[in-house]
């Protein structure tokens, strides 16, 4: 069963900055694109970005472009987003997916594997 598993989420101030954490249990990540998606509250599920098997390529939502920064550490088994300068509108649930291959568009529908609880950020003064 493939499963991945987010974490770093939390409170923080307009400004501030998170990583968070993409680790898959049971599986190797080396095969698959991942993605960060977000959903807020009363809004649909939307790509943040995402990343191709060997990190060579990388996609940003325009809100987010400049902003964060998205990595793969396949020896860690890990995926990161790095997200500097939050914003409130950068309120959500967080959640990391993988592809079925090593390259995909950065929607939630080519991801559909491994999709776990989330972790939640919330950007408040």
């Known amino acids: 069963q493939l499963q991945l598993v987010e974490s770093g989420g939390g409170l923080v101030q307009p400004g501030g900055s998170l990583r968070l954490s993409c680790t898959a249990s049971?599986?190797?990540?080396?095969?698959?694109?991942i993605g960060w998606f977000r959903q807020a509250p009363g809004k649909e599920r939307e790509g943040v970005s995402c990343?191709?098997?060997?990190?060579?390529?990388?996609d940003y939502a325009d809100s987010v472009k400049g902003r964060f920064a998205i990595s793969r550490d396949n020896a860690k088994n890990t995926v990161y987003l790095q997200m500097n300068s939050l914003k409130p509108e950068d309120t959500a649930v967080y959640y990391c997916?993988?592809?079925?291959?090593?390259?995909?568009?950065?929607?939630?529908?080519?991801?559909?594997?491994?999709w776990g609880q989330g972790t939640q950020v919330a950007v408040s003064s």
């Open positions: 990343i191709s098997s060997a990190g060579g390529y990388t």
């Open positions: 997916a993988a592809s079925k291959g090593g390259l995909a568009k950065c929607l939630p529908e080519a991801y559909p594997r491994g």
């Open positions: 049971g599986f190797a990540l080396d095969y698959f694109a």
